[in-house]
């Protein structure tokens, strides 16, 4: 897919308190944040640049069909507790990128990320609780840049 080609990315960001925290070992308040990632690919463009899957693999599906890989990654980041950008747009553009979503599809992703944490350090609930879960769930549609930055 073009580059320029206007799709359908979505991102949400929420505060999960059912995720697997793994023990915390920081004296100061900090996010663990999860993201979940879902790219869709299409068939020929995942098969033509991921030439170690198998043939088999590749024969199962229809010329048009797609291919969805999905990737989990988790960070912990401190968290000052401010009322503005607890999260910083260069972090989060850096998981973003650590969790495979090209930098040119990150920016509404960013701002729906910030005002989440803002949402989850000030809100009432979270009072004295020292890990701030967030859930981040990402679909993109890769294109042509992921064979720069992904791939």
Same mark, same amino acid.
């Given at each position: 897919? *073009?580059?320029?080609?206007?799709?359908?990315? /979505?991102? =949400?960001?929420? +505060?999960?308190?059912?995720? @697997?925290?793994? %023990?915390?070992?920081?004296?100061?308040?900090?996010?663990?944040?999860?993201?979940?990632? *879902?790219?869709?690919?299409?068939?020929?463009? /995942?098969? =033509?640049?991921? +030439?170690?899957?198998?043939? @088999?693999?590749? %024969?199962?599906?229809?010329?048009?069909?797609?291919?969805?890989?999905?990737?989990?990654?988790?960070?912990?980041?401190?968290?000052?507790?401010?009322?503005?950008?607890?999260?910083?747009?260069?972090?989060?553009?850096?998981?973003?990128?650590?969790?495979?979503?090209?930098?040119?599809?990150?920016?509404?992703?960013?701002?729906?990320?910030?005002?989440?944490?803002?949402?989850?350090?000030?809100?009432?609930?979270?009072?004295?609780?020292?890990?701030?879960?967030?859930?981040?769930?990402?679909?993109?549609?890769?294109?042509?840049?992921?064979?720069?930055?992904?791939?």
């Amino acid at each position: 897919m *073009d580059c320029g080609v206007p799709v359908d990315d /979505y991102c =949400n960001a929420r +505060q999960d308190n059912n995720i @697997e925290i793994p %023990e915390n070992i920081y004296s100061t308040d900090h996010f663990f944040i999860v993201f979940e990632v *879902d790219t869709t690919y299409t068939r020929s463009f /995942y098969y =033509n640049n991921n +030439q170690e899957e198998e043939k @088999e693999e590749e %024969e199962d599906f229809e010329e048009d069909e797609y291919v969805r890989v999905e990737s989990t990654d988790s960070f912990w980041v401190r968290c000052p507790r401010t009322e503005h950008e607890n999260l910083s747009r260069d972090t989060i553009s850096d998981m973003l990128s650590q969790a495979g979503v090209p930098i040119h599809k990150q920016d509404f992703m960013v701002d729906t990320i910030s005002d989440c944490a803002d949402e989850i350090a000030n809100s009432a609930f979270n009072d004295g609780v020292r890990v701030l879960p967030m859930l981040v769930s990402v679909s993109t549609v890769a294109c042509f840049c992921y064979r720069e930055e992904r791939i």
